[in-house]
């Protein structure tokens, strides 16, 4: 990778680009006087850049919100100083607001990095009443951000559940100048601008998370992180992944693990690791005995690889109602044996809708 120092010509907030977008924005002010219809076509790429902050899709559909409402009324503030950058001033109060949620809160992480792996003998540990972890990000809403050829991570990294994980760990105004650098390909002094600090703040700031972000972000994760394209074997893979779950298979669902595989359900804090760890937990809890054709699955992305959302059946209305969102992680250090290294089960069933699917399937 180029230094931090050597920032690129063409990235999203480049001189040219700045320029050209200032002509832009001049001219639609000059030609219209509703301020929504210039800011709302950036909701989406700052909901993306909200949701990396936070890690969060209802606090960055918050964030953004908010943001959207303090630059509608202080819109005269932008125009008054003249040509700039209407999407480097949006970024600018997003990312504040977001850094003003995150003084209320802790960070979201994921039960796997939370505490160690839960024994599956003992009864799975009660939910937490305050909701600190991680919430998935539909694939969907990826489309229209930009991807930025020269940073460190593209779009589809950035919102892994392995990078953020470890993004979590930042301190808030660190994890807002890394990802204002390495996703969005921001340089120092323009940082420094919004945050309005000093470059060098800027530098050390950003060597230090960089510093902490490669402690917890190994190259393993990162090489599983970046298997998202879809190929004959994953396919054929998720397809035998989806049936087992339908025809209520445990053996062939254990079969497609790897190892040392993971299952996590948050926000249930216990965690599982491990082929007979994860086919006790289940045995006893997912697939009890006497219960069949309990689940359906619908095939979906989040985070930027495969995922499903999950129905139970519901006898008392005799449909399956919506469940979870689960994210599968995929093994990548062989791409002759496809196997699942991770699944995270988000359960909830309002998270459902926000990938497009009803809360309801007939039985």
């Known amino acids: ?21 200032a002509r832009v924005t001049t001219r639609l002010i000059q ?44 819109f005269d503030t932008f125009t008054q100083k003249g040509p700039g950058s209407l999407r480097t001033w949006l970024y600018t109060i997003a990312t504040n607001t977001s850094l003003d949620a995150l003084k209320k809160r802790s960070p979201r992480t994921l039960p796997t990095a939370a505490s160690p792996a839960w024994n599956p003998q003992r009864p799975v540990e009660p939910r ?3 909701a600190f972890w991680l919430e998935p990000f539909p694939d969907s809403w990826l489309v229209e951000a930009t991807e930025n050829p020269e940073a460190r991570y593209t779009r589809h990294e950035s919102v892994s559940l392995a990078f953020l994980t470890a993004l979590q760990l930042l301190p808030s105004r660190q994890r807002a100048i890394l990802l204002l650098s390495d996703v969005l390909d921001w340089r120092a002094v323009e940082i420094a601008q919004l945050l309005e600090i000093s470059v060098g703040a800027v530098n050390s700031a950003l060597h230090r998370a960089r510093v ?10 990162r090489e599983m992180a970046q298997v998202h394209r879809a190929d004959a074997g994953t396919n054929t893979l998720l397809a035998r ?21 993971t299952l996590s359900m948050p926000p249930v804090p216990s965690w599982y690791q491990g082929r007979e760890a994860i086919r006790t937990i289940l045995l006893a809890v997912l697939f009890p005995s006497g219960v069949q054709n309990r689940w359906r699955l619908s ?27 689960q994210v599968v992680t995929l093994d990548a250090s062989r791409r002759d044996l496809r196997q699942v290294a991770e699944v995270t089960a988000f359960l909830g069933p309002e998270l459902v809708t926000s990938f497009g699917f009803p809360l309801q399937l007939p039985q």
């Not at 920032?7 to 040219?16: A, G, M, P, Y």
């Not at 972000?213 to 994760?221: A, D, H, T, W």
């Not at 992305?301 to 399956?320: C, I, K, L, M, W």
Request: glycine share 4%; net charge negative.
């Open 1 to 21: 990778m180029m230094p931090f120092e050597r920032r690129k010509t063409d990235n999203l907030s480049s001189k040219k680009d700045r320029v050209e977008e």
């Open 299 to 325: 095939p979906t992305r989040a985070n930027g690889q495969p995922a499903f959302v999950v129905y139970r059946a519901d006898e008392a209305t005799r449909s399956y109602r919506a469940f979870a969102i």
């Open 31 to 74: 030609g219209s006087s509703d301020i929504s219809s210039l800011i709302e076509p950036y909701r989406r790429e700052l909901l993306l850049h909200c949701y990396r902050l936070l890690g969060s899709l209802h606090d960055a559909e918050d964030a953004v919100q908010e943001a959207m409402l303090r630059a509608w009324r202080h």
């Open 128 to 130: 937490g009443a305050e």
């Open 241 to 261: 992944y989806l049936q087992a779950w339908e025809t209520d298979d445990v053996d062939g669902l254990v079969a497609l693990l790897t190892e040392d595989a």
């Open 212 to 221: 902490t972000l490669e402690k917890n972000y190994p190259s393993s994760q």
